[in-house]
């Protein structure tokens, strides 16, 4: 099974950005949709973005036209670019893997943001 490993998170002030990284031990071809979810304590785990193996990508109304998903195929790596950020987008955010097989899951990675 393809493994997924989160980096990047960190505490930023609001109104900051932050790029978050997903990178897979194999071929993130062998998923037909990537996505972010996120966290927040207390709360229940939520879609944030996805991907699917064309490019198509999709975002919740909460971050649209803030943040933005990617992925670089050569590198089998997938990205969540966070721009404007806010501090309700604290939260642990993870990345997922669909495949007909099965979930993967990262291990997450903590984003606040706070002054």
């Known amino acids: 099974q393809v493994q997924l490993v989160e980096s990047g998170g960190a505490l930023v002030p609001p109104g900051g950005s932050l790029r978050l990284s997903c990178a897979a031990s194999?071929?993130?071809?062998?998923?037909?949709?990537m996505g972010w979810y996120r966290q927040a304590p207390g709360k229940q785990r939520e879609l944030v973005a996805t991907i699917h193996s064309g490019g198509t990508t999709d975002y919740t109304g909460s971050v649209k036209g803030r943040f933005s998903i990617s992925r670089d195929n050569a590198k089998n790596t997938v990205y969540l670019q966070m721009n404007s950020l806010k501090p309700e987008d604290t939260a642990v955010y993870y990345c997922n893997g669909a495949a007909i097989s099965g979930d993967s899951w990262g291990q997450g990675t903590q984003v606040t943001v706070s002054s």
């Open positions: 194999g071929s993130i071809f062998s998923f037909y949709r």
